[in-house]
């Protein structure tokens, strides 16, 4: 069985693409016959993994090709490595030209699902807008559902990484006999064994949270929680805001008992300090940091979406 992959995105050991290598390169344990594409790449050593773009002319072609064009240049070298009955494997940012052109010629098509569907997603965010009186949400289209349902009908094999992404699949439409379940699963050579976390002060209560700053994540019902917590306690909180929902945190993050990183590129300090890990996510697919805190040997309190079926 042979099984070509497809992220249409720029390769580095760290977010999406590194659920797309950690899953390929398990597979290829097993299987042997993987191979793995994305546009270009940084930190990428592994034998079953190749530049759409060669990195000796990387940096010039994102200074002056446009980036639909370079997706386009990324999905033709893919569909050039793809010989007869190769299982295709495709990930979010695939353009739905390329699932009809593998459609028609018959190869197996599959889509992995890394949050929920976006008729879903749209849906929860809408009207958490509008409960807290913010500006219309626009952050998904009509057209980008559409293009989705489109992909998902042109697919074989669905993949859902959580019981909530199942959900969503089955009330868009999506034929149960479509979808296999799943989830990103638990590397322990990249979380933080329990051997390297450090003795804990007996003092208080240590939260975390790792994440986006935004109404998907939650962050607003955490800063609203955490104001009604009358006892000794620090929240650690990860992640970058988004623009739109500075006011929404504004003053919070210089609390006294909140300390705040844009980024971390180690998150082992925060995991080790930390007595608890919460997730009040609205909306989410296998969300990462819910095995990192597991595997630092946390206990977690997270909403049904933050939990990824967990």
């Given at each position: ?69 370079l997706k386009k240049i990324t999905e033709y070298r893919f569909k050039s490595m793809l010989r007869p009955g190769d299982i295709v494997c495709l990930w979010p940012g695939t353009s739905t030209e390329l699932y009809r052109d593998l459609n028609s010629k018959g190869y197996v098509v599959v889509k992995e ?198």
């Amino acid at each position: 069985m042979k099984i070509r992959i497809l992220y249409p995105n720029y390769f580095r050991n760290s977010l999406i693409a590194y659920v797309v290598l950690s899953i390929a390169e398990s597979m290829h344990a097993i299987n042997q016959s993987i191979r793995v594409m994305g546009i270009s790449s940084s930190d990428v050593r592994l034998s079953i993994y190749s530049d759409a773009i060669p990195q000796v002319v990387e940096r010039l072609a994102f200074k002056f090709v446009d980036a639909r064009l370079l997706k386009k240049i990324t999905e033709y070298r893919f569909k050039s490595m793809l010989r007869p009955g190769d299982i295709v494997c495709l990930w979010p940012g695939t353009s739905t030209e390329l699932y009809r052109d593998l459609n028609s010629k018959g190869y197996v098509v599959v889509k992995e699902m890394v949050n929920c569907h976006q008729l879903t997603s749209q849906r929860i965010l809408s009207d958490e807008y509008v409960r807290l009186s913010l500006p219309k949400f626009d952050g998904i289209s009509d057209d980008e559902i559409k293009e989705e349902t489109d992909q998902l009908a042109l697919s074989d094999i669905v993949i859902s990484p959580s019981p909530m992404v199942r959900k969503s699949l089955l009330s868009a439409g999506v034929p149960e006999s479509k979808i296999i379940n799943s989830s990103f699963g638990w590397a322990p050579s990249k979380v933080y064994s329990t051997k390297k976390l450090k003795e804990k002060p007996s003092a208080g209560v240590t939260v975390a949270f790792v994440g986006t700053l935004c109404v998907r994540k939650g962050v607003h019902l955490l800063k609203e929680i955490w104001g009604n917590l009358h006892a000794e306690a620090k929240l650690l909180i990860v992640g970058r805001i988004a623009p739109d929902f500075k006011h929404r945190i504004s003053g919070f993050l210089e609390q006294k008992d909140v300390e705040h990183y844009e980024w971390l590129d180690d998150l082992s300090e925060i995991y080790s300090r930390a007595d608890v890990f919460v997730l009040p996510s609205l909306e989410e697919g296998s969300p990462l940091v819910i095995y990192d805190a597991m595997g630092a040997g946390l206990p977690i309190i997270a909403s049904p979406m933050g939990g990824g079926g967990l």
